[in-house]
Every structure is written in C-alpha cells, then in structure tokens.
C-alpha cells in the first residue's frame, strides 16, 4: 500500500479515522481545559501537570492485569464502550464544585480503562490494512493526530479564553459521544483475534514473550523513555505561558504533523531505520534553551522543531510490527502504548515536583537534558549489538 487514496479507499478505514479524529480533538479539549481549570484553583504547576498527563500514570497497571484483553475483546463492541465512558468521565469533570481528589480519581479511572484501549484500536488497524499497510496508516493517524490537536487546542483555549473551562469539557464530552456512535454505524462485527478470557495470567504470558526479545526490549525502551522525557516538558507549557499555552501546544501539534509527513510519507524505505536515533535526538535538544527563558516567538519555533521528532516513533513500531507474531499483535501494540503513556505520567510528575522546587523553564531544560542522555545511552547499545563478536582463540 503506497498512495494516501489508496488507503482511504480501504474499506472501514474512514469511519475508523473519523472516530479517532473526534477522540483526540476531544482529549486535547479536555486536557487544556483540566489543566487550566487546577491551575487557577491551585497555582501549582505539579498538580496542573498531572491532572493533564496524570490518567497516563495508570497504564503500567492496565500494562500488567488487564492487556489481555486487546486481543480477546470484540473490536467495535469495545471502541464502542470506551468513548461512551471517556464521555461520561469527561462530563462528570466539568460538575462544578467538584473537590481536587475527585478530580483525580476519575482521571486516574479514566487511564486505567485507556490502557486496554490502545491495544484494541492498533490492533484493529493492523487488521484492517495487514502488515504492509500499518506504517502508512499509523503515519495518517500520527498526522490526524497533529491536526485534530491543533485544533482541539485551538478550540479549547477559545472556549477557556472566553467561556470557560467547564464549557469545553462539555464540548468534549459530546465529541466523544460522537465518535462512539461512528465506530458503532461504521465498522463491522469482528471475532476477537485471540480466543479464551482476559486474564491476569494472560496478560503476564504474553508480556513476558514480548519481553523475552532483545530486539523488542530495545524497541519499547526507544518508544517509552525519550518522548516520554520530552511529554514532560510540554506538561509545563501552562505554568511556564499561562496566556498562551494553546499556543505552545498548537505549535507542538504541528511539529508532530511535519514529522509523520516527512517519516511516513517522504522518506525512502532504506533511510527510515537509520533515523529513528537522530530524530529521538532533535525531539529534546530544542527544549535546552529553555533555562532562558525564551520569549514567546522563539519558544513556539523550538517547539514546533522539537516535535518533528516524535516521527522517530513511526520508525520503531514499524519494526515493533515486524517483529511480532500476528496474534499478539493488538497485546504488543498496547504494551506499547501503555508503557509510552505511563512514562508520560511519569514524566509529567517529575518535571511538575521540578518545577515545583526551581521554576518551569528550568525543569523543561533538565528533562529535555535526560532525554537526550536516554537516547545516547541507547545509541551506544544498539551498537555494541551489532558488532560482530570477534572468534575465539584457535577457531
């Protein structure tokens, strides 16, 4: 599969790409508009951080008990239930006077169920346009997600920047109505793609399987901990420009779109894999400055350059794809999303207790220093794994 057309012409793949689309301007909505709304009612860039990023905490736990089920749950009966609850949870946020734990308690609740959810919908995929279509499709999505952030920031912060921030948590909650009742009209009925219950034991199976490949460790560690690092940067961006936040993201957002472009689109097959590293790299180096505190301008430029990154993410799932048996596709792809959003959290937390103790900006600095490290340290292990191992005496 190589043209754009040709993939839309793929039947199911439109109403699977219109439902996510609604998801994601929806998530973006409601995590600018929860960020805000902690910020003005705490002025603490930590909790601020981790009510935006703070449901990613909990994917480790799906990662562990529940990502089984990926494989073994009927795929539109499931992406149908699961915006049905993001929509419920989503409204629940914007009750006013709801007290801070509460608050956190349901974006928690709201991560654990999101973790058996990316399995699902990249497994569902992977079966919709078979192995040699899944890199030009996840880059289209990649770039869906680029723009539909773009815009559900854009929304979002005029709605905040007008309105308020229960208003676009509202707007959210009926997106996601919307995109659940497109995947119910516009998918068909598909057997689970592994039989048996979702289990405990299941989920530790097959995770220790994936696990058990050095080529495959390396892989999620590459997905997991850089981008994550750098996650935790743009968690600051609302207590670092508190006006102009929006922005920043918006600037992220399209970052990432010129990175899926150039990625899954422009670049040639042979180059691809010999990218992932660099482009790991240029995903933090951008945020060092930030120790100055640039104005708003340059910041915006070298947010929007660091983002190109994030398509070093195409490069590894790619080979993460290949690397897997088909019936532990969906179980893969989850662990990889699980692990990439619980590092998210993670990251979130650290860079918010940073801020917390020193200021944003230098927070930003220090996890995008980390980030970098991570990827050097990585770069130096893919190497001394693939020198050859020099023979033995007398051999």
Request: net charge positive.
């Amino acid at each position: 599969m190589r043209s754009y057309r040709e993939l839309f012409r793929t039947p199911e793949f439109t109403p699977f790409f219109l439902a996510a689309s609604a998801q994601t301007v929806a998530r973006t909505m409601a995590g600018l508009a929860l960020g805000t709304l902690v910020y003005r009612e705490t002025e603490s860039p930590l909790l601020s951080a981790v009510s935006m990023f703070g449901s990613s905490l909990v994917q480790v736990l799906g990662a562990t008990f529940l990502l089984s089920a990926a494989d073994r749950l009927p795929p539109r009966a499931a992406l149908t239930v699961l915006p049905l609850l993001f929509a419920a949870a989503t409204a629940a946020l914007a009750l006013p006077g709801l007290p801070v734990w509460a608050l956190f308690a349901i974006v928690l609740a709201t991560g654990l169920v999101e973790s058996v959810g990316g399995g699902v919908r990249w497994g569902l995929l992977n079966e919709i346009l078979a192995k040699d279509g899944y890199l030009l499709g996840r880059s289209v999505f990649n770039m869906m997600s680029g723009l539909m952030q773009i815009a559900g920031y854009a929304t979002g912060g005029a709605l905040v920047a007008l309105l308020s921030p229960r208003i676009s948590l509202l707007v959210a909650a009926a997106l996601y109505l919307l995109s659940a009742a497109v995947v119910r009209l516009g998918l068909t009925s598909r057997p689970p793609r592994t039989t048996g219950r979702p289990s405990v034991t299941a989920t530790w199976r097959a995770n220790a399987l994936l696990w058990s490949s050095a080529p495959r460790r390396q892989i999620y560690l590459a997905l997991w901990i850089p981008n994550g690092l750098v996650v935790g940067c743009e968690s600051l961006y609302v207590s670092y420009a508190p006006d102009a936040a929006g922005t920043l993201f918006a600037c992220a957002a399209l970052g990432m779109l010129a990175g899926d472009v150039l990625v899954g689109r422009l670049l040639p097959a042979r180059l691809r894999p010999r990218l992932g590293f660099p482009l790991l790299l240029l995903l933090a180096l951008p945020y060092v400055p930030f120790l100055l505190r640039p104005p708003l301008p340059l910041a915006a430029v070298a947010v929007t350059l660091a983002s190109v990154g994030f398509g070093a993410s195409l490069v590894q799932q790619e080979r993460l794809v290949a690397l897997t048996p088909d019936g532990l596709t969906g179980h893969a792809l989850g662990l990889h999303s699980a692990g990439m959003l619980t590092m998210q959290g993670v990251a979130a937390a650290l860079a918010g207790s940073v801020a917390q103790l020193t200021s944003p900006a230098a927070a930003m600095t220090a996890m995008a220093v980390a980030s970098a490290a991570v990827t050097l340290g990585l770069m130096a292990a893919a190497r001394r794994e693939q020198r050859p191992t020099a023979p033995l005496p007398g051999q």
